[in-house]
T-cell receptor
């Protein structure tokens, strides 16, 4: 158990809809990272938050957004969903914001778009 | 985004054999991490490397941070069935990349009892 909690585990929805994925980092971790993992691709970095502020941005679509709340949990919002958004979405957390400490991953949310 | 070249893509080995996989990049990385992912679960950290030339072990696993800082290797000795899974390398870029971690495409390991 990594200590990172993601909910829900599975999500099935239709094209055009909007969903919110939730992540609670390990106790004491200030950084939260979001990744997308598709069948034909590896882990793609989406965005990082550190202590409530956006720290780094990767390949995140404009239809996607995230935030980190004062209690350090984070939410990833995906809107105007398309079939290609079907993937595993992982959250990871670490103590620092500079990448000097390794990231610990949750078990992911599997998003299926019908 | 940047992708690391990880090889081999897949391996089928007999139980008891040793395994080697590697990761290369065209860019210099300051940190290398190795993860294992089981089906339906998130990646689990195996080994973290922070210095060029560093050699670190975790049980039957040994990883090295290449001297050029552009590659890393993971070795598994005396493989067992529970070693089955997908192994990912990850490298942390310099500050001008936002200290992002870039992940390899994974090595799928199958251990035949």
């Amino acid at each position: 158990d990594s200590g990172v909690t993601q909910t829900p585990k599975h999500l099935i929805t239709a094209t055009g809809q909007r969903v919110t994925l939730r992540c609670s980092p390990r106790s004491g971790d200030l950084s939260v990272y979001w990744y997308q993992q598709s069948l034909d691709q590896g882990l793609q970095f989406l965005i990082q938050y550190y202590n409530g502020e956006e720290r780094a941005k990767g390949n995140i679509l404009e239809r996607f957004s995230a935030q980190q709340f004062p209690d350090l949990h984070s939410e990833l919002n995906l809107s105007s969903l398309e079939l290609g958004d079907s993937a595993l979405y992982f959250c990871a957390s670490s103590v620092d914001g500079q990448g000097n400490q390794p990231q610990h991953f949750g078990d992911g949310t599997r998003l299926s778009i019908l | 985004g940047q992708q690391l070249n990880q090889s081999p893509q897949s391996m089928f080995i007999q139980e008891g054999e040793d395994v080697s996989m590697n990761c290369t990049s065209s860019s210099i990385f300051n940190t290398w991490l190795w993860y294992k992912q089981d089906p339906g679960e998130g990646p689990v950290l195996l080994i973290a490397l922070y210095k060029a030339g560093e050699l670190t072990s975790n049980g039957r696993l040994t990883a090295q941070f290449g001297i050029t800082r552009k590659d890393s290797f993971l070795n598994i000795s005396a493989s067992i069935p529970s070693d089955v899974g997908i192994y990912f390398c990850a490298g942390r870029g310099p500050p001008n990349t936002g200290n992002q971690f870039y992940f390899g495409t994974g090595t799928s390991l199958t251990v035949i009892p």
